[in-house]
C-alpha cells in the first residue's frame, strides 16, 4: 500500500504536489482553497471525537488530570519564584490556561496517535522555525495563537518529533515562511486619555476595603446602583494587559510531577507545559506581580465580582489571587449560555474550584452549595420587540477550526443544517430570511459557503448589533446553545431553535426543560422540523407566540435557565456584603 504524505494544517507549505495526501481533520481544507485541494489525490482523517463515550470518557479524564497537574504545578511555580502561595492561588491564575492546554494537546496528540496507527501515512512536511516564537506571553496571548495555523502547525510538528518520530518521516520544509507571534495592539489614543480620566478618578476614591466589581455582565447603570447600595463611591474598573516579556528556554528546563511511560499522555503534558507556559506565569512573573500592585484597586477588597475577568485578564486574576489569599471573597457571576445546560462545562468545573459564590441565571445544583441564583445578569437591558414585517433573523455561530475543547459538535454538520433549514422553506419565506454570520470567521468562510450554496440568500456580519437587527425583524432562529435564546425568550421575543442533540449534549438535569420547549414547538431537534414550524406560522407568528402553551413554556423554561426576578439587585447586595471573614 502506497503511504501517503500526513497534513496538519491549512499551510500550504506542507502540501505535497505529486504524493497522495492525508489531511489530519476538516481544518486542513479552507472553503475558499478548494480549487486547490480538491486537485490532489487525498482522504481526510475520520473526527475521532464521533464516539462520543469516548469524549464523555476524555472530558472526566482530564478534569481529573488537570486538578494533579495543578497541585504539581503550583509546588514548581513556588520553588522557581520564592514563594509559598496556595494551590487556589495558582488555580485562579494559572488554572484557566492549563485547562485549555491540556485539552488542546490531548486533541493533537489523540489525533496523531490515531492517524500513525491507522499505518496510512509515512511522511509529514513541517516548517521550520524557532520554539521561542510559539510562546504565549499571556492567557490572552495564548488564546489568540491556538486557534491559528500557524502555532498549530508548530504544535503537531513537536509532537511528531518528540513522540511519534518512529511512525513516520519529517521533512523538513526550508523554503516555508510563517508568521511570528504577533505583538500586543496598542490602546488607542482617545481610549487612553478615557482610561486614564477614570483611573485618576478611582485613584482619589478607593478605599483599601471597597467591594471591587469589574465586568460583572451587569448594565453599568445597575452596576453604580450597586455600589452606591454598598455604601461606596462608584466606580469603573477596567482590565490591563501584562508587559510582553521575552522567552527564555534556560529557565524552562524543569519537569513537574512523575514520567511513568514517555508513551503516556500524563508523560507528554508534564513534559510540555514547560515548554509553553506563558511568559506571565514564569519569565515575567515578578513584572506581573508588580503591574497588579500598582493598580489603583482596593488593598484589602472585601468582595471581589466579575463575570468574564476570571478567564483571560491575567493582571486581574493575579491581584484577585493575591486578594483570596488575605481574605476577600470571590464571587464570579455566569457569563452567558451552556452553563447548568452542557454536559461538558469545563469553565463550570474551573469556577466552582476557585471561587466563593457562582451566580447563576436561575438553575441550581445539590452538587454544590457554592450556586447562588439570582437570575440573568443582563436582564436589566431594557427589552426587544419585534417588528411584524421584518425578517427572519438566522443567527449563526462559528467555532475555531482547531477545537480548543471537546466539542459535541463539528462546523461542518452544523453549517449542512443551516442550509437544510433554508431549503427546506417554501421559496417566498426564503426570500425573508436575513442571515447573521458570526463576527469572527476562524476561517471557516461563511461567507463564500453561503454564496455557493445559496447565492440569492441576504447575509449580514456584526455591522449592526445583534438587538438592533432583531428590532427589525419579526422571528429570531437560534442554532447553537448559548446566549441568544436566553436573551430572546427572557425579553418575550419570538424565537425558534434547532440544532442536532447529538452534537451539542444536554445534561440530565436540563433534559427536561428543553423536553417542554419541544413540546410547545420553540426547540426543534432536526432543521426539517424548525422549518416546517416556521412555515406553518408564518402567517400569525404572534398569535402563535402569545398563545397560553407557547408562553406557559416559556415561562417555566425562562425561571430555570434566564430568570429575571424583581429582588435581584437584593439578592447581589446580600451576597457580596457576607464577606469570607463573615462566612468565618
Known sequence: MTK??????????????????????????????????????????????????????????????????????????????????????????VGPWLHRFTRILYDRWSSIKQVTESGEVGSCYVCKKQQLDWIPNDMADFTAMAIDDDWNE???????????????????????????????????????????IINTYNRIFVRKNNHFLISTYLPIQSEIILQLRLKQIPKLWTGIRPDRMNADLSQRKWSIGREPNKKCFSTTVRQMIPLHIPT???????????????????????????????????????WAASGVEIGSRFVIGQHGGFYGTSSLSVDETHILSIADVFLTWGWGSCKSNKIKTVGKLKWLVSNCQPCNNGPVLLVQLSEPRYRY???SHRTSDYIDDQFTFVQSLPEKIQQEVKVRLYSVDYGWDQKFRWQAELPKISLSGDELSIKKMLSRSRICICTYNATTFLETMSWNYPT???????????????????????????????????????????????????????????????????????????????????????KN
Open 4 to 93: 501517503r504524505v500526513l497534513v496538519t494544517t491549512s499551510l500550504e507549505c506542507t502540501w505535497p504536489k505529486d504524493q497522495p495526501v492525508l489531511f489530519l481533520g476538516e481544518w486542513c481544507k479552507r472553503y475558499s482553497r478548494k480549487h486547490v485541494w480538491e486537485s490532489l489525490d487525498y482522504k481526510t482523517m475520520p473526527c475521532h471525537w464521533d464516539d462520543r463515550r469516548e469524549v464523555h470518557k476524555a472530558h472526566e479524564m482530564l478534569i481529573e488530570l488537570v486538578e494533579e497537574l495543578i497541585v504539581e504545578l503550583s509546588s514548581k511555580l513556588n520553588e522557581i519564584h520564592g514563594a509559598n502561595y496556595s494551590t487556589r492561588y495558582w488555580k485562579i491564575l
Open 154 to 196: 508548530a504544535l503537531y510538528h513537536q509532537l511528531l518529533s518528540k513522540y511519534f518520530s518512529t511512525k513516520l518521516e519529517l521533512i523538513i520544509n526550508q523554503n516555508s515562511r510563517v508568521n511570528k507571534t504577533k505583538q500586543m495592539s496598542k490602546t488607542p489614543f482617545l481610549r487612553g486619555v478615557i482610561l486614564f
Open 280 to 318: 506571565a506565569y514564569l519569565e515575567g512573573f515578578n513584572n506581573l506581580v508588580t503591574k497588579s500592585y500598582r493598580q489603583p484597586w482596593p488593598k484589602h477588597p472585601r468582595s471581589i465580582f466579575t463575570s468574564n475577568s476570571f478567564s483571560g485578564d491575567d493582571v486581574f486574576k493575579l
Open 405 to 407: 475543547h471537546l466539542a
Open 496 to 582: 425558534l431553535m434547532f440544532w442536532n442533540p447529538e452534537h451539542w449534549e444536554m445534561r440530565n438535569e436540563a433534559q427536561p426543560y428543553f423536553d417542554i420547549l419541544e413540546s410547545a414547538g420553540i426547540f426543534h431537534t432536526t432543521p426539517e422540523s424548525a422549518a416546517k414550524k416556521l412555515t406553518e406560522i408564518w402567517n400569525n407568528i404572534d398569535d402563535w407566540w402569545q398563545s397560553e402553551k407557547v408562553q406557559e413554556s416559556r415561562e417555566i423554561f425562562c425561571d430555570r435557565f434566564a430568570a429575571t426576578p424583581p429582588d435581584m439587585m437584593d439578592k447581589l447586595e446580600s451576597i457580596l456584603r457576607f464577606s469570607v471573614q463573615d
